[in-house]
């Protein structure tokens, strides 16, 4: 399969008005996404911008690159980003050599996608930017304090009282929106799993000024580091030569998110690593450091408000672990899919179907993605026991025959692939289609034989009266 060829999306019939609370990248996206097919939209975000400089750098999937080619974006994209397409794993502790693996051109082609590196900053840019190209409104500095789901409108801090047709909740895991859901039905509990990450980023310059780090640059691979109840990761944050840092650490209590941490704090929970200190060397050059906890996330009943049309996405709706490589790309699914949605709507009476059709082709995916994601987490920083010491002598033992630890004896990584194929593969804007095809046309079809039945009962009745009518 070769990149999606880009088409031009289906376009409403009737024009609704959309506020997104939250410039996130849920938000973000699903501006651009639903002015693409013609819809109107306000976006709103508390901060004095929408360009959040304390992000590091973020690891796109083929699935979230796909879409964005769809969007006839790809050449934007590969200027954005840095293409890769190899990992390195070795020991956090004694920073042993426990092998790669390289993605094969033929496998990720079927992806119709590509796996990237950027600067998470500069995605939500790029995003805000398509935005504004096509023609959705922004405003910062507008905080929400209060949603009337059944008035269909928000209020601000300054007491200004906003109206629209849908209200979209993109404020995240902790933002109002999601509050108000959770007082609609049973909450879901959240479990903190005695983690932390460190999210942070080295500026290329700082790299490029250090023989011993710079050889890292120009490679495009991704560096993981498995250990005892910690993990490390590294690769290049876009084309610049800047360089993303996650670090999971065990700490036993939460304390919060801390979006200004120290590199000093980062760097106590780095001071076992390995002998190298690769990750140590980088650290001391960070810039941006943030303390995010790792909660273990309970799934909400449903997105959508009882009360009326409002629908959450992103991490609003389903929050996944920091750090995660689904994580931004689940919001841009999320993006795609609903706007895919709207883009057939002929009559107002289609909403409330278009609301509750979008978790129902969305919620399965999303929690299985989680799972995985914190399975991942898991199996990277797995404390040194019996599961362990099995990862670890399987890597080795691919390792000593020059093989990927993700092939099998033969040098065959398609036990892997069949394994991610379903997460790779994965095409939003079609699942969207196939339900509209399925379901969509049909229950319209159904409707407009309703409303036709309804017409000619009318007027044969008229008729009729017309007929008994005396002269």
Request: charged share 25%; glycine share 10%.
């Amino acid at each position: 399969m070769t990149s999606p060829i880009p088409s031009k999306p289906h376009q409403t019939a009737i024009a609704l008005d959309f506020l997104v609370i939250g410039g996130s990248s849920a938000g973000l996206s699903a501006a651009y996404a639903l002015r693409r097919v013609g819809h109107r939209v306000l976006v709103l975000e508390q901060n004095e911008d929408f360009f959040d400089r304390r992000c590091g750098g973020y690891r796109i999937p083929p699935n979230m690159s796909k879409v964005f080619y769809h969007w006839g974006l790809e050449e934007r994209v590969r200027k954005l980003c840095l293409k890769s397409n190899m990992t390195f794993f070795n020991r956090f502790e004694s920073g042993e050599d426990l092998g790669g693996h390289v993605w094969v051109d033929e496998l990720m082609r079927e992806t119709g996608g590509d796996f990237l590196f950027a600067r998470l900053a500069d995605i939500r840019k790029f995003l805000y930017q398509l935005g504004h190209e096509a023609g959705a409104k922004y405003r910062a500095n507008a905080k929400v304090v209060s949603v009337d789901v059944t008035g269909k409108s928000v209020t601000l801090q300054s007491g200004e009282v906003l109206t629209a047709d849908v209200i979209i909740g993109a404020d995240g895991r902790d933002g109002l929106c999601r509050k108000l859901l959770l007082e609609c039905q049973s909450a879901p509990k959240s479990t903190y799993t005695g983690m932390t990450m460190y999210n942070a980023l080295v500026p290329g310059d700082r790299v490029r000024g250090d023989p011993g780090l710079s050889k890292f640059l120009g490679s495009a691979a991704q560096y993981v580091w498995f250990g005892n109840g910690s993990a490390g990761m590294l690769f290049e944050a876009g084309n610049d030569g800047d360089m993303g840092i996650h670090l999971y650490v065990r700490d036993e209590k939460d304390r919060g998110t801390n979006w200004n941490c120290t590199v000093e704090e980062m760097l106590r929970y780095a001071s076992d690593a390995e002998p190298q200190q690769v990750i140590q060397k980088f650290a001391r050059l960070a810039v941006n450091v943030s303390r995010v906890p790792v909660y273990d996330e309970s799934d909400l009943e449903d997105w959508v408000h009882d009360d009326g049309p409002m629908v959450l996405i992103g991490d609003a709706a389903h929050p996944m672990p920091p750090g995660s490589i689904q994580g931004t790309c689940m919001a841009i699914e999320d993006s795609a899919v609903f706007a895919k949605l709207f883009g057939h709507l002929i009559s107002v009476d289609q909403v409330p179907s278009f609301l509750y059709a979008f978790p129902d082709l969305r919620q399965e995916r999303t929690k299985s993605i989680r799972v995985n994601e914190m399975g991942n987490i898991y199996f990277m920083a797995m404390p040194d026991d019996a599961g362990a010491i099995q990862r670890d002598a399987h890597f080795k033992a691919r390792r000593d025959k020059n093989l990927s630890p993700l092939e099998d004896e033969s040098g065959d990584a398609s036990g892997l692939w069949e394994s991610i194929k379903e997460t790779w593969c994965y095409d939003a804007e079609d699942e969207a289609d196939d339900w509209w095809v399925g379901w969509g046309m049909l229950r319209l079809r159904s409707q407009r034989t309703e409303l036709d039945f309804g017409m000619e009962i009318q007027v044969s009745t008229s008729v009729q009266l017309s007929r008994d009518r005396p002269s």
